[in-house]
């Protein structure tokens, strides 16, 4: 057996460890063959003694001598050249066996001869003690005729090459673990360098680490100034968003309200308005409400790039929403003579979507098609595969480039710049669509030919249903039921559970938001706490939702109440609508701008008035003359008030009295909100209804509550306790930083509605 392993670079070097080995296996015999010498003296006195019994005492003497003169030459021999003195030993001890032999006359002495044969194995090698035993034999029959006794010639025969196999089988596992020993002494060695060099290595390392630990750190603290400034500008961005609409829907709606009052009612105005003047009307107000769409357009870009795009998702029939588009844009194909067709299979399943939304993307698609489209027509089908439902618009219209068609649905992208000019659109389109689409789950996509046409194609997943019975989850169980084990797994479909959710408010909300923002989930309303505890009874709820503008009376009720169930959660909230906007004002009711005539009448008939008489505060007065002109045309006999600031508006009121009032929240001098406080001090002008014309949605600002609690029933445990503080405050802390209210025309102490 050898052993091949390198422990310095993995590679085959065996001759440099037998060498070794042998260098030191020679060490050790030199100081063993020292310890033979006194055994040559004992072996020389034993011959002197035994000499006087012999009849020749000659050989005797002569071999004592050659004992006692053997240890000195094997002395001398040693330490210039070891095997010299080995080879001495063995030969000293053949001659003496010899002489006691031949000439002594004792036959049997010569199973003495396993003692040369014994030290030649020993002190020289193998081969040695082979080639002396070799040595022996030839003697031993070359002297048959000397010792006629075959018997003693083969013992001894028999005896030497015993002693060479026996002493062969000592030394061979003794020369591996030699091998062993300095292989393992070798990879030691080996191993200690590498942990020496190892350490050295570490210890740069921890150097570099602590280095790099540095450098992250000041990076670290880089980047925390980068969010910040991120989110201050995401702040800004928002602001300015809010600000945007409200600046641009003002304006607007001077421009569409003026236009539409001047072609629905011109005989308000003295004299016949001609019709060259009617037209130029017509295209203020057409090209007023494109401008109007595309405002909504880029508000709707800029809530889905921020993921807040309001779904309010309704099992629908993809047939309805289908419909719906075709004839809206039906009158565009009628106007080019071009066709419109529409597959539709009745049955298709109903697909848990946004019908608005829906609606809109194959709008969309439907009026690109149209504008795009010279010659032929569009067709429309509709299919399912699998678990999700497919839509195509296909026309024939030029086509689009290869090299274009990544350009399609980017925001304001379009294939080149004489579209823009011929066809008209804003490059915004498409992009919406994308995102409604990828929003729902789905994708949408295009195929396209130069002239041969485009098809465009997306797909909406059909969300599966989870119903829940309203006669409670205890209704179906019998008690005298029969427990069997199932012995195989059910072949039935699982069912999707998905979180349940109940909410408690007066108006809507709270459950708007859930509807449009949480995917998934089960909405269930109630409008009065012992409606939420019974309903909690009847069937779980994931945490029951209170939407109050006070959270501490809310609170408090629930606290009150104690009938919430052990372990259910409830969670308060004022978060405020169009509806509770108006509640928390005390107003009757809040319109957002641009506000059609139609749109105020409604409001004035759910009012219901005692009087005609109607004060309009607002510090616009193109808004005073629009809405003046709103109430005279609609032929019910309004008599108009009208004031620029709150503090006009109290005097009037005061002075003249109304029966309603039409009032703007944001105002120099005196604003709304200083308005409604004044006039909800005083007996007698409290009663008068008000209805908030404003041109910002309380619905959509970024901040929608500024309070929340938590309860739950049975109590928090002090996991529980732990788990609710760092969850809160790893949510709050990462959302909240840089958030601010984008209002801040409104005072310190009012609402920032308006």
């Given at each position: 057996m050898s052993f091949t392993h390198n422990v310095h670079n993995g590679t085959s070097q065996p001759s440099l460890r037998l060498s070794e080995v042998r260098s030191t296996l020679r060490d050790l015999q030199a100081e063993n063959i020292l310890r033979v010498l006194p055994g040559l003296y004992v072996g020389g006195f034993l011959l002197i003694a035994g000499a006087g019994k012999l009849q020749n005492p000659s050989p005797a003497g002569i071999s004592a001598v050659i004992l006692f003169l053997l240890p000195i030459v094997i002395w001398v021999l040693r330490q210039p050249n070891y095997l010299t003195a080995a080879w001495g030993l063995v030969l000293g001890f053949l001659v003496v066996d010899l002489l006691i032999v031949v000439w002594g006359g004792i036959h049997a002495a010569i199973c003495l001869l396993t003692l040369p044969v014994g030290l030649a194995t020993l002190f020289v090698s193998v081969g040695g003690g082979a080639l002396t035993a070799t040595a022996c034999s030839l003697w031993l029959y070359a002297s048959a005729t000397s010792i006629p006794d075959p018997g003693l010639r083969v013992t001894a025969l028999v005896g030497v090459w015993s002693v060479v196999g026996l002493i062969w089988l000592t030394r061979h596992p003794f020369s591996m673990a030699m091998e062993w020993y300095h292989f393992s002494y070798e990879r030691n060695r080996y191993l200690l360098e590498q942990a020496r060099d190892s350490r050295v290595h570490l210890k740069q390392t921890l150097k570099d680490l602590e280095e790099a630990n540095l450098q992250l750190t000041r990076l670290n603290n880089l980047a925390q100034g980068l969010r910040h400034v991120a989110e201050e500008a995401r702040r800004m961005k928002e602001q300015f968003v809010a600000n945007v609409s409200h600046e641009l829907r003002t304006p607007l709606n001077m421009i569409v309200g003026f236009s539409e009052m001047i072609m629905r009612s011109p005989d308000i105005y003295d004299g016949d308005l001609p019709p060259g003047l009617l037209a130029d009307l017509d295209v203020i107000h057409r090209n007023s409400q494109h401008l109007s769409r595309l405002i909504d357009d880029v508000l709707d870009l800029s809530q889905v790039e921020a993921e807040q795009v309001a779904l309010t998702k309704e099992r629908v029939t993809l047939q309805e929403v289908v419909s719906a588009a075709v004839v809206a844009v039906r009158p565009l194909f009628d106007s080019k003579g071009l066709s419109l067709e529409a597959e539709i299979p009745d049955d298709l399943p109903k697909v848990l979507c946004d019908p608005t939304r829906i609606r809109q993307v194959v709008l969309n698609l439907l009026s690109n098609a149209g504008r795009f489209t010279a010659r032929g027509g569009v067709h429309i089908r509709a299919w399912r595969e699998k678990n999700d439902l497919?839509?195509?618009?296909?026309?024939?219209?030029?086509?689009?480039?290869?090299?274009?068609?990544?350009?399609?649905?980017?925001?304001?992208?379009?294939?080149?710049?004489?579209?823009?000019?011929?066809?008209?659109?804003?490059?915004?389109?498409?992009?919406?669509?994308?995102?409604?689409?990828?929003?729902?789950?789905?994708?949408?996509?295009?195929?396209?030919?130069?002239?041969?046409?485009?098809?465009?194609?997306?797909?909406?997943?059909?969300?599966?249903?989870?119903?829940?019975?309203?006669?409670?989850?205890?209704?179906?169980?019998?008690?005298?039921?029969?427990?069997?084990?199932?012995?195989?797994?059910?072949?039935?479909?699982?069912?999707?559970?998905?979180?349940?959710?109940?909410?408690?408010?007066?108006?809507?909300?709270?459950?708007?938001?859930?509807?449009?923002?949480?995917?998934?989930?089960?909405?269930a309303s109630v409008s009065s706490l012992q409606e939420a505890i019974q309903e909690l009874s009847d069937v779980p709820a994931r945490a029951l939702l209170v939407n109050d503008m006070s959270v501490g009376e809310a609170l408090r009720h629930l606290e009150e109440t104690g009938g919430l169930p052990y372990g259910t959660?409830?969670?308060?909230?004022?978060?405020?609508?169009?509806?509770?906007?108006?509640?928390?004002?005390?107003?009757?009711?809040?319109?957002?701008?641009?506000?059609?005539?139609?749109?105020?009448?409604?409001a004035l008939d759910r009012l219901r008035p005692e009087g005609k008489t109607v004060l309009i505060v607002d510090d616009e007065p193109e808004a005073l003359r629009l809405f003046r002109r709103m109430l005279v045309s609609s032929g019910r006999g309004y008599r108009i008030l009208k004031a620029t600031d709150g503090q006009q508006g109290m005097r009037i009121l005061r002075e003249q009295g109304a029966d309603v009032i039409l009032l703007d929240l944001i105002m120099p001098r005196m604003n709304g909100f200083r308005f409604l406080a004044d006039k909800s001090q005083d007996q007698e002008l409290r009663d008068i209804p008000v209805i908030v014309i404003s041109a910002r949605d309380p619905t959509g600002q970024p901040i929608v509550s500024s309070a929340l609690a938590v309860t739950r029933g049975g109590g928090l445990s002090v996991p529980q306790l732990l788990a609710c503080i760092d969850s809160l405050s790893r949510v709050l802390s990462t959302a909240g930083q840089g958030d601010g209210p984008v209002l801040t025309e409104a005072p310190s102490d009012q609402p920032a509605y308006g």
């Amino acid at each position: 057996m050898s052993f091949t392993h390198n422990v310095h670079n993995g590679t085959s070097q065996p001759s440099l460890r037998l060498s070794e080995v042998r260098s030191t296996l020679r060490d050790l015999q030199a100081e063993n063959i020292l310890r033979v010498l006194p055994g040559l003296y004992v072996g020389g006195f034993l011959l002197i003694a035994g000499a006087g019994k012999l009849q020749n005492p000659s050989p005797a003497g002569i071999s004592a001598v050659i004992l006692f003169l053997l240890p000195i030459v094997i002395w001398v021999l040693r330490q210039p050249n070891y095997l010299t003195a080995a080879w001495g030993l063995v030969l000293g001890f053949l001659v003496v066996d010899l002489l006691i032999v031949v000439w002594g006359g004792i036959h049997a002495a010569i199973c003495l001869l396993t003692l040369p044969v014994g030290l030649a194995t020993l002190f020289v090698s193998v081969g040695g003690g082979a080639l002396t035993a070799t040595a022996c034999s030839l003697w031993l029959y070359a002297s048959a005729t000397s010792i006629p006794d075959p018997g003693l010639r083969v013992t001894a025969l028999v005896g030497v090459w015993s002693v060479v196999g026996l002493i062969w089988l000592t030394r061979h596992p003794f020369s591996m673990a030699m091998e062993w020993y300095h292989f393992s002494y070798e990879r030691n060695r080996y191993l200690l360098e590498q942990a020496r060099d190892s350490r050295v290595h570490l210890k740069q390392t921890l150097k570099d680490l602590e280095e790099a630990n540095l450098q992250l750190t000041r990076l670290n603290n880089l980047a925390q100034g980068l969010r910040h400034v991120a989110e201050e500008a995401r702040r800004m961005k928002e602001q300015f968003v809010a600000n945007v609409s409200h600046e641009l829907r003002t304006p607007l709606n001077m421009i569409v309200g003026f236009s539409e009052m001047i072609m629905r009612s011109p005989d308000i105005y003295d004299g016949d308005l001609p019709p060259g003047l009617l037209a130029d009307l017509d295209v203020i107000h057409r090209n007023s409400q494109h401008l109007s769409r595309l405002i909504d357009d880029v508000l709707d870009l800029s809530q889905v790039e921020a993921e807040q795009v309001a779904l309010t998702k309704e099992r629908v029939t993809l047939q309805e929403v289908v419909s719906a588009a075709v004839v809206a844009v039906r009158p565009l194909f009628d106007s080019k003579g071009l066709s419109l067709e529409a597959e539709i299979p009745d049955d298709l399943p109903k697909v848990l979507c946004d019908p608005t939304r829906i609606r809109q993307v194959v709008l969309n698609l439907l009026s690109n098609a149209g504008r795009f489209t010279a010659r032929g027509g569009v067709h429309i089908r509709a299919w399912r595969e699998k678990n999700d439902l497919l839509v195509s618009v296909a026309d024939t219209g030029p086509g689009i480039p290869a090299e274009d068609m990544d350009k399609l649905f980017q925001p304001f992208q379009q294939v080149d710049g004489s579209i823009r000019r011929r066809y008209g659109g804003t490059g915004l389109g498409l992009c919406i669509s994308k995102r409604f689409i990828e929003l729902h789950g789905g994708k949408i996509w295009v195929e396209s030919e130069e002239g041969v046409g485009t098809t465009f194609f997306f797909r909406i997943p059909v969300a599966p249903s989870t119903l829940v019975s309203s006669g409670g989850f205890l209704h179906s169980l019998n008690p005298s039921w029969e427990y069997l084990q199932r012995t195989r797994p059910s072949a039935a479909p699982k069912p999707v559970a998905r979180p349940r959710f109940l909410v408690l408010e007066t108006g809507y909300a709270l459950r708007r938001l859930l509807s449009r923002y949480m995917n998934g989930v089960e909405i269930a309303s109630v409008s009065s706490l012992q409606e939420a505890i019974q309903e909690l009874s009847d069937v779980p709820a994931r945490a029951l939702l209170v939407n109050d503008m006070s959270v501490g009376e809310a609170l408090r009720h629930l606290e009150e109440t104690g009938g919430l169930p052990y372990g259910t959660p409830a969670i308060t909230c004022s978060v405020p609508g169009v509806h509770e906007a108006a509640g928390g004002l005390g107003v009757s009711d809040y319109l957002v701008k641009p506000i059609s005539r139609d749109k105020l009448l409604t409001a004035l008939d759910r009012l219901r008035p005692e009087g005609k008489t109607v004060l309009i505060v607002d510090d616009e007065p193109e808004a005073l003359r629009l809405f003046r002109r709103m109430l005279v045309s609609s032929g019910r006999g309004y008599r108009i008030l009208k004031a620029t600031d709150g503090q006009q508006g109290m005097r009037i009121l005061r002075e003249q009295g109304a029966d309603v009032i039409l009032l703007d929240l944001i105002m120099p001098r005196m604003n709304g909100f200083r308005f409604l406080a004044d006039k909800s001090q005083d007996q007698e002008l409290r009663d008068i209804p008000v209805i908030v014309i404003s041109a910002r949605d309380p619905t959509g600002q970024p901040i929608v509550s500024s309070a929340l609690a938590v309860t739950r029933g049975g109590g928090l445990s002090v996991p529980q306790l732990l788990a609710c503080i760092d969850s809160l405050s790893r949510v709050l802390s990462t959302a909240g930083q840089g958030d601010g209210p984008v209002l801040t025309e409104a005072p310190s102490d009012q609402p920032a509605y308006g």
